[in-house]
């Protein structure tokens, strides 16, 4: 078993908090971050977070109790804020005693932060200003994940290079914070570590492991495309404020475009509500991301990646890719 003390040295809060070997979470990446992959990085000794994004509370039941089967280390459970049934989620993740529930997409709803502490599970929280994380710290997030627009998926405005600057300086010294956007390799892990960070995420380098289920020609794709052809969403109606996707441009990134016009016209004609029109649009994407992770159509289906996705080349285990990040990691922090 090779060590990197310098690494395990930065990461030992992160990994503390988090119960694994390592502090790399792999993001919760809807379809893909399912009990096969999880369970490979939680064995890996990375930290797997199951993506429970539109999933049915009977769904998520079966998807942890099927993740138990195949590790016996912790995992985490990611939720979507906006989901209209969070509440019975969180009595999913207690009943299966959840160690760790990750909230994205917004504002915790009132009252969800505490029912998912009721049972001793620690929960982790996005911010995406300073202002906003040190709320959410201070009503009860217990570690926070600070997220760059490089990120693949849903994301926010500014590149993780300033958050990191932001954010680690005001609240690394007194929580745990994990920072995610754009990490590919060691070398930028160990930096982010050296600012403060408890430990990574990373979602786009770890999509087309060999453990993942993703669609052959999904991964082929990724393979495939460099950085720049990761692009975000654009947005089209200022009154239907979506939340930015970053995925690889194909046919599926202008049917959004399309969708987004439709939900804004039926919002002009008042055939439906803001909230019911947002989660039409989410409707859409987990409907299109699927048709790409599950069924391979790349042509109009959503390919979410990160622009870290030039450095995804190959099918490898979760093993190695771990002990790849670590190996370039313990280099760099030897070198200084």
């Not at 932060?113 to 300073?130: N, R, W």
């Not at 993703?214 to 393979?223: N, R, Y």
């Amino acid at each position: 078993m090779t060590s990197y003390p310098k690494t395990t040295a930065l990461m030992a809060r992160g990994a503390e908090f988090l119960g694994s070997e390592h502090a790399i979470l792999c993001g919760a990446m809807s379809w893909v971050s399912e009990r096969n992959l999880v369970s490979a990085i939680s064995n890996a000794g990375g930290f797997g977070v199951i993506a429970c994004g539109a999933m049915t509370p009977e769904l998520l039941d079966t998807e942890i109790a099927e993740t138990k089967k195949l590790t016996d280390k912790p995992f985490g459970v990611n939720l979507i804020t906006m989901h209209p049934q969070i509440f019975e989620l969180i009595d999913i993740c207690k009943k299966h005693a959840v160690s760790h529930v990750v909230l994205a997409g917004g504002i915790p709803p009132k009252g969800s932060v505490e029912a998912i502490k009721e049972s001793g599970a620690k929960v982790i929280v996005f911010a995406p200003t300073l202002a906003l994380a040190k709320k959410l710290l201070r009503s009860g997030g217990d570690a926070l994940v600070i997220e760059g627009m490089e990120a693949g998926g849903h994301i926010g405005p500014v590149a993780t290079s300033v958050l990191a600057q932001e954010f680690l300086p005001e609240l690394a010294e007194d929580h745990v914070v994990f920072v995610a956007g754009g990490i590919g390799r060691g070398e930028a892990m160990a930096g982010y570590l050296e600012m403060g960070a408890a430990g990574v995420q990373l979602g786009t380098r770890f999509a087309c492991a060999t453990e993942s289920i993703a669609h052959p020609d999904f991964k082929k794709a990724f393979f495939r495309a460099k950085a720049r052809d990761a692009e975000a969403s654009v947005q089209v109606d200022p009154r239907l404020p979506v939340i930015p996707v970053r995925a690889l441009k194909n046919k599926g990134t202008e049917e959004f475009t399309a969708k987004q016009r439709e939900v804004a016209q039926l919002l002009d004609e008042g055939k439906v509500d803001m909230g019911e029109a947002q989660l039409q649009i989410e409707h859409f994407w987990a409907g299109a991301l699927r048709r790409a992770v599950i069924e391979g159509d790349v042509e109009s289906g959503s390919i979410m990646a990160g622009q870290s996705v030039g450095m995804v080349t190959k099918e490898e285990p979760v093993a190695d890719i771990l002990q790849q990040l670590l190996a370039e990691s313990e280099e760099a922090l030897g070198r200084r």
